[in-house]
């Protein structure tokens, strides 16, 4: 198991989301990035012709701050977003932050010819699934797993790399029992974690084919909900909701 215990510089992680286009006069294309090792939001957008001063507004369409540049960087310690609206000369165009979320139900604990694994496909459309090991394929562009983990009566997530099955490309990482808006930063993960029902566990996919080992413009934050987790028969089923902000890689901000 490796563990994460890497000091890293502020550094910017790319720009990964496009905004609405532009359709008519006060419309503005955004572009956004992740800095700041993930934890806050650097937004660009076009320039409208006659508009010398925007305004960012969060989804209650409060404002945020004015500005007579085309950039601003929102700090994730100030306020965490679903969604953030450029008004440019009274047009608004929204950039969408709401996680993907999905639902996998009927897991079993490490039992080989049943639904153990989840597979997590990330990317601009992501996905989960319940699937048996047989299924999963750790050359999978983009994937990660993990399985639910039943040792010696305590129920465990484990990435796939953590189990004889070996690393995939995408490698989930695991905090402790956690609430908030957004992911703590690297030191705080494990791919081995004991979970417990009704708890919440941010989660680290790390690439392991680019940039692994830093948070960078290859990787992934979201979460993991344990809605029900029971025992019988000396195993565990158990349902998940998964979520996974999707719009901008490496941005830890998790507002559901």
């Known amino acids: 198991m490796r563990k994460f215990l890497i000091l890293l510089p502020i550094f910017a992680v790319g720009v990964v989301a496009t905004g609405c286009k532009p359709t008519g006069s006060g419309n503005v294309e955004i572009t956004a990035e992740a800095v700041n090792d993930g934890a806050d939001l650097k937004l660009t957008w076009t320039s409208v012709e006659g508009v010398s001063e925007y305004k960012i507004l969060d989804e209650n369409q409060n404002e945020i701050a004015t500005v007579n540049d085309t950039t601003y960087t929102l ?26 979320s999905g639902t996998v139900s009927d897991i079993v604990s490490h039992d080989l010819t049943g639904t153990s694994w989840v597979k997590v496909v990330f990317g601009d459309s992501p996905t989960v699934d319940a699937i048996q090991q047989s299924s999963v394929d750790t050359d999978a562009a983009n994937t990660g797993y993990f399985i639910l983990y039943n040792n010696s009566g305590t129920a465990e997530l484990r990435d796939a790399g953590a189990t004889s099955v070996g690393a995939a490309k995408m490698e989930l990482a695991f905090t402790t029992n956690s609430s908030g808006n957004m992911a703590p930063g690297t030191g705080n993960y494990s791919t081995v974690r004991e979970i417990a029902e009704n708890g919440f566990y941010f989660f680290w996919a790390d690439n392991t084919s680019a940039g692994y080992g830093s948070i960078d413009a290859n990787d992934y934050f979201g979460g993991v909900k344990v809605t029900s987790l029971s025992n019988s028969g000396g195993g565990y089923t158990a349902n998940f909701v998964i979520y996974i902000q999707h719009h901008v890689a490496g941005l830890r901000w998790l507002k559901m």
């Open 75 to 100: 700090a994730g310690a100030d306020g965490v977003y679903y969604a953030i609206f450029i008004d440019a000369g009274g047009t608004k165009t929204k950039f969408d932050l709401t996680p993907f």
